[in-house]
Nanobody, 115 residues
């Protein structure tokens, strides 16, 4: 069973930056398509950034130009650099991937944004 562990969340002022990390228990990040998701209270989980196995990236319109997804293959770690954070970016952020048709997600890391 692959486990994903997110870290790097916290409280930041609007306009600030955070970098989230996602570490995997097995070597999947260099080879799998990976995504960052978020879920705010009372809202549905949404995909905010995606990176394919070929390193193509895609972003939700709400974060384009502000967030960057990347990975370090040697460290088997996925990142989400978040700049110019807005109040509406506050949520629990998860990394995820699909293995054998099953969706695997971590426990999430809380991002809070103050005005």
């Amino acid at each position: 069973q692959v486990q994903l562990v997110e870290s790097g969340g916290g409280l930041v002022q609007a306009g600030g930056s955070l970098r989230l990390s996602c570490a995997a228990s097995k070597t999947i990040i260099p080879i799998n398509a990976m995504g960052w998701y978020r879920q705010a209270p009372g809202k549905q989980r949404e995909l905010v950034a995606f990176i394919t196995s070929g390193s193509s990236t895609n972003y939700a319109d709400s974060v384009k130009g502000r967030f960057t997804i990347s990975r370090d293959n040697a460290k088997n770690t996925l990142y989400l650099q978040m700049n110019s954070l807005k109040i509406e970016d506050a949520a629990v952020y998860y990394c995820g991937t699909k293995i054998g048709g099953a969706t695997i997600r971590g426990q999430g890391t809380q991002v809070s944004v103050s005005s």
